[in-house]
């Protein structure tokens, strides 16, 4: 099993910057990949940034540009460094590690941190 912790949310005003941590452990040997995700109020789950094991990042559109993901293997984090928030950044965001092993397919999921912009 794996188990994913996330930190660094908070407020902040418009314009500003946020950093945002996974930190994964268990059975990190099969995690290929990780991702953050996030819902706001009254809105379904949105993937934010996206990091493979390889290297490949992909982002979603809203937050492209402004965003991005960086992993710390060695302590098995996903970083989300978020530039230039906006109030529509507002949202409980969640990390997510995948697995390659077929028993795993559906991940592993943190409680959500909180991130809230002020306009």
């Known amino acids: 099993q794996v188990q994913v912790v996330e930190s660094g949310g908070g407020s902040v005003q418009s314009g500003e910057s946020l950093t945002l941590s996974c930190e994964a452990s268990?059975?990190?040997?099969?995690?290929?990949?990780m991702a953050w995700y996030r819902r706001a109020q009254g809105k379904g789950r949105e993937m934010v940034a996206r990091?493979?094991?390889?290297?490949?990042?992909n982002y979603g559109d809203s937050v492209m540009g402004r965003f991005t993901i960086s992993r710390e293997t060695t302590a098995n984090t996903a970083r989300l460094q978020m530039d230039n928030l906006r109030p529509e950044d507002t949202a409980v965001y969640y990390c997510?590690?995948?697995?390659?092993?077929?028993?795993?397919?559906?991940?592993?999921w943190g409680q959500g941190t909180q991130v809230t912009v002020y306009g």
């Open positions: 268990g059975r990190i040997d099969t995690i290929y990949a």
């Open positions: 990091s493979t094991k390889n290297g490949r990042t």
């Open positions: 997510h590690a995948a697995s390659f092993k077929a028993a795993d397919e559906g991940g592993f």
